[in-house]
C-alpha cells in the first residue's frame, strides 16, 4: 500500500469544497524556481482576518470587508521564494516555497496591498495543502492504542489530552483505509517506532506536516504508461547479463513488480551499464504476453535465473527506489567471463549458504523467503559449475544470498506476560506465523480457547483443500515471543500465574495454573458447588498495563450452580489477599474462587463416546476444514443459540420441518451439566456460533443432506 498522493489531493479537496481540483503527480524533489509574486487561489480552512505587518487587524482590504469565511477560495498575489522555508505547497513541477512573515511570533502569508493572513486559517494554495517540513504538535483527542510502523497495535496507550510532538504525517504499511480507497494517516511521534492515527489527534500547530512514509513501503514499480493498456506497454524481463530472458514476450501491461534491489548490469547490445531492478528470485513461473494482455498470445514461462527489469522502463508507484547495490563501472569490469578470485569466493558463498539453510533463522523464515533462497543456492550452484559464467553473475549470486539472508532477521515479539498474552500479542504472534508458513498448503490459527497456535497442513494431493482434510501440529510460542516483563514488586498476598517465576515459587498456584490448558473439546472447568461470582471495581489491564496489586474484588450476588461450567475462557489465576481465583474473560471479566472449581473430564464418559464415534466416523482421522455435518433430531427438538465463547444460550428455535441440522467443524462438548452437538471455530474458515442440539435429541448423522 502506498499513500497515493493524487487521490488525497482530491479526497482532501472535496473534504474542503474546493469546486475545482488540478490532480497532479509530484516529484518530491524538485524545487521551484517562482516569481516574487503571482495570483494564486487560497482556501481558507477557518474564518480569518486580514492583518497588517504589526499583526493588527484591519477592517478594509482591497476596498471590501477585510473577512474571509471557512470555505472561500479568493485568489492572492502571493509571495514565493526561490529559496527553501518551511512551508511550501505542491505543483506538477515541484514544491513551491512559501514567503512568510512572523508577526507577533506566528507565521503569516503576504497577500498583497499590505494584507496579511495567519498561516493557520490557509488550507490550500492553487488547490494544492499547505504544508510544513517542521515537527508540529498534536493534541489526543482519546485514548489511543498506537500502531508501528508496520501498522501492527502494541500495548502503548497515550492518553486523551497528551500533547505529542510529531515528525511526520501519512499512510504507514499495514495502515487502515478511509471511504473512497483514500488510506487512513497517521502521525509519527517524535523519537518512538510509534504512529498515532490522525483521527484521534487535534493538529495545534499553524501548518500539517508534510513529511510522508514512502521509506516504510515496500518499493513497487508498473511498466511506463501502463494505464493506457497498449501493444507495447509491458516490459522485457532479463537476466543477470543484460539479456531478455524471453524473447518476443513481455510482462502483462498492468505488472506490478516488487523491487528487491538495484543492480547495474552490462548491456550487450547497447555496449553501456544500465541501472535494473532485481524484481523475483526467478522460483516460480511467470505470465507473459505479446501485447500487454490483451488479445495476443499468453504465455507462462520458467524463468532462467534471477529477474530483472530496466529502471528506465517502469515508474515507481510505492516506497522509494533502492541505492544501487553496485557501480556502472563495476558492471562493465564484470561482463567478462569470472576471474578465478570471483569463483573462490563464490565457492565460500555457497558453503556459508548451506550453514544458513541448517539454521533456526532459515527454519523461522517465510515460506516464500526460504523458497527464493533455495531458489538463489540452487542458481548460485550453477553458475559456479559453469565455465561460462561472468563476473556479473558471480557478484550478483553472492548479493542476492547476502541479500535474502539478511530478510530472514526476525525479531522475537516482546510480551510483558508469556502466560497472560493481551488479544494485540495474540494478534502479533499469528501475523508473525502466518508469515513463516505463508503459502496455500499451510494455515496457522489461535485454537482451544486460544491456549494453543496450531499449523493446519493441507493434504498435498488434495484436489479441493478445504474438503481432503491436513494434519494439525501444535507451535511452540517461544518460538514467536520473548518476555518483558515489567519489574512490579507484589504486596504480600497478591500474586498471578501470569510469570513461571510466580508459578515456580507456589505450589498452589501452580496446580491451579495448570488446569488453565485444559481441553475444550475433551473436558470443562466446572463449578464443585455453588459459588459465588466476583468482579474488580478497578480496571484490569493486559499487557504491560496489567497489575495485580490493582485489583479489587466485590462479590456480585450472582452465582454458578454445582456442575456448571465457570467459563470457556478462564485465562489466568491471581492470589488476592492470600485467595486464589480463577479469572475469566469473556463478555465481561469474573472471578471464581479456584478451590470451588474442579476439571471435569468428560470425554471418559460413555454419553461422549457414543457421540462422537458417530462425528468421528463422518470426518475421519484428518481433521477436514469447513467440513459439514447434518443431525437428524426428533420432532419438537430445540435449537439452542451459541455465542463467541462457546457457551450455550438460554434463546431457542425450532428444528425445521426436515429435521436435520447442520454444524461446521462438528463435536460433542458438556456444558452445564448437559452434553451437546456443535460446531467449533479451528476447522471453520469463516466461523460464526454454529448452536447447538442436545445430544439426547439425536437420531442419526450424516455428512450428506438427504433430499
Known sequence: MKFNKKMALISAAVLMGISTVSAVEIPQTNIVQAATSQSRKVYFRKNSYVYNKKGQRIYKFKGKTAYFKKGATPSFPIQTTDEKTHYYFNTRDGKVYLQTTKIKGKQYANVGNGGYINLSNIGAISNSLLLTDQNVRVRVNRDTRVLNSKGQAGDTVVKKGTIITADGHGAIPGGDWIDDGVPQEYYHIVGTDHYLEDDNGTLLSQVQNGNTFDKLFTPQAMPKNAEVGSANNGTSYYDVNG?????????????????????????????????????????????????????????????????????????????????????????????????????????????????????????????????????????????????????NAVNFAIWQLNHIEQSMQVEKIKVAYPNFLSPYDRTKILTAARQQYDDNSHDVMWANHDRDLILYTFKEKASNKYDQGGTVTKLNLNDYMEANTPNIKNKKGYDSSATQASINKDKKLAKYA??????????????????????????????????????????????????????????????????????????????????????????????????????????????????????????????????????????????????????????????????????????????????????????????????
Open 243 to 391: 539479456q531478455d530472458m524471453f524473447p518476443g514476450f513481455k510482462s502483462f501491461h498492468y505488472q506490478t513488480f516488487t523491487i528487491g534491489g538495484a543492480y547495474y548490469l552490462w548491456n550487450a547490445k547497447g555496449n553501456k551499464a544500465e541501472l535494473f531492478y532485481y524484481v523475483g528470485s526467478g522460483a516460480n513461473q511467470i505470465n507473459l504476453t505479446t501485447d500487454g494482455g490483451n488479445i495476443g498470445k499468453d504465455s507462462k514461462r520458467t524463468p532462467t535465473g534471477a529477474l530483472f527489469v530496466k529502471a528506465s522502463d517502469v515508474n515507481l508507484t510505492q516506497g522509494v527506489a533502492p541505492e544501487p547495490a553496485n557501480t556502472a563501472a563495476e558492471a562493465e569490469a564484470g561482463h567478462n567471463a569470472a576471474t578465478s578470485s570471483e569463483k573462490s569466493s563464490l565457492t565460500d558463498a555457497i558453503a556459508n549458504a548451506e550453514k544458513v539453510q541448517a539454521s533456526a533463522k532459515y527454519k523461522s523464515a517465510a515460506s516464500s523467503v526460504k523458497k527464493d533462497y533455495d531458489q538463489a543456492v540452487a542458481q548460485t550452484k550453477q553458475i559456479s559449475a559453469s565455465t561460462s559464467s561472468t563476473g
Open 514 to 707: 495448570q488446569m488453565l490448558d485444559y481441553d475444550k473439546r475433551k473436558s470443562s472447568l466446572v463449578a464443585k458447588r455453588t459459588t459465588p461470582v466476583y468482579q474488580s471495581s478497578t480496571k484490569i489491564g493486559e499487557g504491560a498495563s496489567f497489575n495485580v496489586n490493582k485489583i479489587r474484588l466485590y462479590q456480585t450476588g450472582r452465582s454458578i450452580k454445582k456442575g456448571n461450567n465457570i467459563g470457556i475462557f478462564a485465562t489466568l489465576i491471581v492470589k488476592i489477599k492470600g485467595q486464589y481465583y480463577f479469572m475469566v474473560q469473556e463478555k465481561n471479566t469474573y472471578f471464581v474462587k479456584a478451590s470451588d472449581v474442579k476439571l471435569d473430564n468428560f470425554s471418559t464418559s460413555t454419553t461422549y463416546k457414543k457421540y462422537q464415534r458417530m462425528v468421528d466416523k463422518l470426518t475421519g482421522p484428518d481433521h477436514p476444514m469447513d467440513f459439514s455435518l447434518y443431525a437428524k433430531v426428533k420432532k419438537g427438538a430445540r435449537y439452542y443459540q451459541t455465542d463467541f465463547y462457546y457457551g450455550v444460550t438460554n434463546k431457542t428455535f425450532n428444528v425445521q420441518k426436515n429435521r436435520y441440522v447442520s454444524f461446521i467443524d462438528p463435536y460433542v462438548m458438556k456444558y452445564n451439566g448437559i452434553y451437546y452437538l456443535t460446531g467449533g471455530a479451528e476447522f471453520n474458515s469463516d466461523f460464526d456460533p454454529e448452536g447447538a442440539v442436545k445430544v439426547s435429541d439425536i437420531i442419526s448423522m450424516t455428512s450428506k443432506l438427504p433430499r
